[in-house]
C-alpha cells in the first residue's frame, strides 16, 4: 500500500507538507501543491485519514514538547501553538517532561512518532540529543537554538539590557541576578548581556528552578549581597522574591527594586505591579507551527526538515521593558539614561 511517507519522498517534500497538500491545500505553494497531488495520481495514492494515521503516524496532529505544563508562560505558547494549528486544520498533542533533560529526550522520541512533527519549548537536553531529533522527523525549536534545527527564539540580550539600563538610570550601581537553570539555554542568553551596561556590578547569585519558591529561596543571598536591585531570571522567580521580602519588612521598591522576565498575567496582579521584560509567547507559539507545516514558505522548501545543505531557519522576535511599579530610585542620585547605540 502507497503511504503519505512514499508520496512525501517521491515529490521531494516531508510527510507534514505532503499532509498539507493533500488535506489543506490553501495553506500550500502551488507549486508545492501541485507537485505533490502529481505525485499521488502517478503512485496511485488513496488518503484513508483512519488507516494512514494507523500505518504511518500521519494523523494531522503536531506535539508539543514543554517542560512544565503549569508554568504560565508555556501556558501561552500552548495557545498559540494550538491556534495556529487548527487554523492549518491541525490538532496538537502536548507533552509535559517536568524540566528533566533525560525524560524530555525520551518524550520527544516517542511523540515524533505519532504526530507529523514536534514542537520543543525551551528543551533542557544536551546538544547531542537536539541533533539526534533531526533525523526522526521535523522539529522546530522555542527558546532554543541549534545549528540543526530551525528556532524561534527572543531577543533576549536586548531585553537585558534595557532593564539594567533602566536600575542605572534610577541610581542602582549594585545589581543581584537570580539566575534559571543551569541547563537553560536562556539562562545563558541572558548572563551574555550581564556586563553590557557600563557603571554597573553584577552580582550573580547562581542558578535556580524557574518556579516561585526559588524566589523565595534566594531572600538571604538577596540581602546579604549589598545589592540595591535584583533581575530575576523570570517571574514567578521576582513574585517569590517579592512576597518574602516583604515578609521581613522590606519594602519594594523603596529598599530594593525587582525586575522580572516574561511578563506573565501575575506581573500585574502583584502588589507591586511587577517591571519586567515583556517576551511573545503566544506569537512564538504560531511562528512556531508555521516553520513546523511549511505555512507560507516558497515551493519545494520545508522549514520543519532543512534542504542539504541550507542551515536551518532561525527568527527572533523583539522583547520590551514594562516599566511598572516594582523599580524605585537607588541609593545613588539618578542619572539620564545612556544615549541610544
Given at each position: 500500500?502507497?503511504?503519505?511517507?512514499?508520496?512525501?519522498?517521491?515529490?521531494?517534500?516531508?510527510?507534514?507538507?505532503?499532509?498539507?497538500?493533500?488535506?489543506?491545500?490553501?495553506?500550500?505553494?502551488?507549486?508545492?501543491?501541485?507537485?505533490?497531488?502529481?505525485?499521488?495520481?502517478?503512485?496511485?495514492?488513496?488518503?484513508?485519514?483512519?488507516?494512514?494515521?494507523?500505518?504511518?503516524?500521519?494523523?494531522?496532529?503536531?506535539?508539543?514538547?514543554?517542560?512544565?505544563?503549569?508554568?504560565?508562560?508555556?501556558?501561552?505558547?500552548?495557545?498559540?501553538?494550538?491556534?495556529?494549528?487548527?487554523?492549518?486544520?491541525?490538532?496538537?498533542?502536548?507533552?509535559?517532561?517536568?524540566?528533566?533533560?533525560?525524560?524530555?529526550?525520551?518524550?520527544?522520541?516517542?511523540?515524533?512518532?505519532?504526530?507529523?512533527?514536534?514542537?520543543?519549548?525551551?528543551?533542557?537536553?544536551?546538544?547531542?540529543?537536539?541533533?539526534?531529533?533531526?533525523?526522526?522527523?521535523?522539529?522546530?525549536?522555542?527558546?532554543?537554538?541549534?545549528?540543526?534545527?530551525?528556532?524561534?527564539?527572543?531577543?533576549?540580550?536586548?531585553?537585558?539590557?534595557?532593564?539594567?539600563?533602566?536600575?542605572r538610570s534610577l541610581g542602582h550601581r549594585v545589581i543581584a541576578y537570580v539566575g534559571g537553570p543551569h541547563s537553560a539555554w536562556a539562562d545563558a542568553e541572558r548572563r551574555s548581556a550581564l556586563h553590557a551596561v557600563p557603571g554597573l556590578r553584577i552580582v550573580d547569585l547562581g542558578h535556580h528552578r524557574p518556579v516561585?519558591?526559588?524566589?523565595?529561596?534566594?531572600?538571604?543571598?538577596?540581602?546579604?549581597?549589598?545589592?540595591?536591585?535584583?533581575?530575576?531570571?523570570?517571574?514567578?522567580?521576582?513574585?517569590?522574591?517579592?512576597?518574602?521580602?516583604?515578609?521581613?519588612?522590606?519594602?519594594?521598591?523603596?529598599?530594593?527594586?525587582?525586575?522580572?522576565?516574561?511578563?506573565?498575567?501575575?506581573?500585574?496582579?502583584?502588589?507591586?505591579?511587577?517591571?519586567?521584560?515583556?517576551?511573545?509567547?503566544?506569537?512564538?507559539?504560531?511562528?512556531?507551527?508555521?516553520?513546523?507545516?511549511?505555512?507560507?514558505?516558497?515551493?519545494?522548501?520545508?522549514?520543519?526538515?532543512?534542504?542539504?545543505?541550507?542551515?536551518?531557519?532561525?527568527?527572533?522576535?523583539?522583547?520590551?521593558?514594562?516599566?511598572?511599579?516594582?523599580?524605585?530610585?537607588?541609593?545613588?542620585?539618578?542619572?539620564?539614561?545612556?544615549?541610544?547605540?
Open positions: 500500500m502507497v503511504t503519505l511517507r512514499d508520496v512525501a519522498r517521491a515529490a521531494g517534500v516531508s510527510p507534514a507538507t505532503a499532509s498539507r497538500a493533500l488535506g489543506n491545500p490553501d495553506v500550500v505553494a502551488a507549486g508545492t501543491r501541485e507537485r505533490v497531488l502529481r505525485t499521488a495520481r502517478e503512485l496511485g495514492y488513496r488518503a484513508n485519514q483512519a488507516a494512514r494515521a494507523l500505518a504511518t503516524g500521519d494523523s494531522g496532529m503536531i506535539g508539543l514538547v514543554v517542560p512544565d505544563i503549569e508554568s504560565p508562560f508555556f501556558a501561552s505558547i500552548a495557545k498559540g501553538v494550538d491556534a495556529r494549528a487548527r487554523e492549518l486544520g491541525s490538532s496538537v498533542l502536548i507533552a509535559d517532561t517536568q524540566e528533566d533533560a533525560e525524560l524530555e529526550a525520551e518524550v520527544a522520541g516517542r511523540v515524533q512518532e505519532r504526530v507529523e512533527g514536534v514542537i520543543l519549548c525551551s528543551p533542557r537536553m544536551g546538544t547531542a540529543d537536539l541533533g539526534g531529533l533531526a533525523d526522526l522527523g521535523p522539529t522546530v525549536l522555542i527558546n532554543r537554538e541549534s545549528s540543526d534545527l530551525p528556532s524561534v527564539s527572543f531577543e533576549t540580550p536586548t531585553g537585558v539590557r534595557a532593564a539594567l539600563a533602566h536600575l516561585h519558591d526559588s524566589g523565595a529561596a534566594a531572600v538571604d543571598t538577596v540581602m546579604a549581597c549589598g545589592a540595591s536591585a535584583v533581575l530575576c531570571y523570570n517571574d514567578l522567580v521576582a513574585v517569590g522574591l517579592v512576597r518574602s521580602l516583604q515578609s521581613r519588612g522590606i519594602r519594594v521598591p523603596e529598599d530594593i527594586s525587582v525586575v522580572g522576565f516574561d511578563d506573565i498575567a501575575l506581573a500585574t496582579l502583584t502588589a507591586p505591579a511587577l517591571t519586567t521584560v515583556r517576551l511573545p509567547w503566544a506569537a512564538a507559539g504560531r511562528v512556531a507551527v508555521d516553520l513546523l507545516l511549511g505555512a507560507g514558505e516558497d515551493a519545494g522548501e520545508d522549514a520543519g526538515e532543512p534542504a542539504a545543505g541550507r542551515a536551518p531557519r532561525r527568527v527572533r522576535l523583539g522583547v520590551e521593558l514594562v516599566v511598572r511599579e516594582s523599580t524605585g530610585v537607588g541609593p545613588e542620585r539618578a542619572v539620564p539614561p545612556l544615549p541610544e547605540a
